[in-house]
């Protein structure tokens, strides 16, 4: 049965709806589907040349970070990595903000210093995206370690791929974060891929919490395509770190239906990532298995999730050409926020 998480034809079918009520349901539809849309216009956008840095893209990806931070309280702190903008719109779904960002403008999330591998919203508890492969996690370990000390009952969530558990680093904050039974949240998003390479050319298993055996830090392997499933498990386990039990390892099994950056599928690049494959991962698409069971039980229809579909259309429209015409921050601001003395 886990065997077949990595397998792109299954987990196909419409999710087992259980616990949440429908307003939390049509949440978790709503903001997917505006985290993928924000994706899909920063795609088509790159590759028009609209936006000039790179942009890696988590399309189909959503459930994850939306089924965990809707247990996430602001005083919490999320650390990110490169492909980290539903991290930060699953917290706050401004993608005005994101897309000011990313074109460079003053009213970016990072005040157009940064662009989409530098984003910061301390405010919903983003502490940032980062360009360096597991460079956020024993940022996330010192956070913990932090909260811990002031017995505040906040906690650290860091994001990392199943790429950044090869860097030696997380082996340490592992262990560390077990030996100080610290309050944090390591999400493993396993897509299967680091850059172009499949995992299978990488390491001798398809799964990656297996190293939490070697710290006995406890772990729950799920299919992160199942926003249900996602939400319901990380609830459990982020109450467990916060009434002071230590770290938990969460594994999600993932695809990103674009390539490693930008809107290109990578399908000539590298091994093992056919269009046949991509076509099947389309299928367990986390935003049309969660709509298909709301549509089965009868919570929701066709007509209402075009009605939302054309609402999210409208918004992120006016959201680009706002971000579009937004003026670029001034030279000498440079010396204020990135080669600051202070
Ligand atoms: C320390 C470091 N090594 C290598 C790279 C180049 N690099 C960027 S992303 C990436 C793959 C990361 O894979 P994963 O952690 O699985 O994340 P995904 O891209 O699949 O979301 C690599 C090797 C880097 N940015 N930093
Ligand atoms: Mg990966």
Known sequence: MIQNLVNPKKFQQPILLKGNSLRELKKFLETMITIRKTEQKLALAREKGLVRGP?????????????????LKKTDKVFGNHRSHSHLLSLNPNFYKLFAEILGKKTGFSKGMGGSMHLYDKANGFYGSTPIVAGTVSLAVGAAMAAKKSKFKS????????????????HECFNLAKMLKLPILFVIE???????????NRQPSEFTSRFSEANHIPYKLLDGNNVVAVHENSKKIINKIRNGNGPSILELITFRWYGHVDWREDIDV?????????????KRDPIKRLSQSMIHSKLWSLKKEKKLNDKIDLEIKFAWDKAIKDPFPSKDSIHKYVFSKD
């Open 155 to 170: 906690i650290s969530v860091s994001y990392l791929g199943d790429g950044a558990i090869e860097e030696g680093v997380v």
């Open 55 to 71: 942009v890696h893209l988590g399309v189909g990806q959503e459930a994850i970070s939306v089924g965990i931070s809707k247990n």
């Open 270 to 282: 590298g091994v093992k990532r056919s269009k046949k494959d991509i076509q099947e991962w389309k």
């Open 190 to 200: 396993n897509n299967l891929f680091a850059s172009h390479m499949h995992i299978s």
